[in-house]
């Protein structure tokens, strides 16, 4: 099996910067795909980002200009570096990773408030 932990979240202000990492372990050789959905109360959970491991990146309307998906394939882990966030981007983030199958972290609260 594969596992995938998350880590970085937490309370920051408007305005203010965050950077997420994640890490798969396991049953795994080389990802395909990792990246990041995340579900703000009351919304359905929506990608983010993502990159393959051939450096094929892809973000959301909303992260364009302000997040940066990065990856280590050697260590199948990927970084998401948040800039001038918004109280819109108070969510659970979560990070999947896909192999020949697909497997999710638990989540990490991030928080933007004042």
């Known amino acids: 099996q594969v596992q995938v932990v998350e880590s970085g979240g937490g309370l920051v202000q408007p305005g203010g910067s965050l950077s997420l990492s994640c890490a798969a372990s396991g049953e795994i050789y080389r990802f395909n795909i990792m990246g990041w959905y995340r579900q703000a109360p009351g919304k359905q959970r929506e990608l983010v980002a993502h990159?393959?491991?051939?450096?094929?990146?892809s973000y959301a309307e909303y992260a364009k200009g302000r997040f940066t998906i990065s990856s280590d394939n050697a260590k199948n882990a990927v970084t998401l570096q948040m800039t001038k966030l918004t109280t819109e981007d108070t969510a659970i983030y979560y990070c999947y990773v896909v192999t020949s199958s697909l497997t999710w972290g638990r989540g990490t609260q991030v928080t933007v408030s004042s």
């Open positions: 990159i393959t491991s051939g450096g094929r990146i």
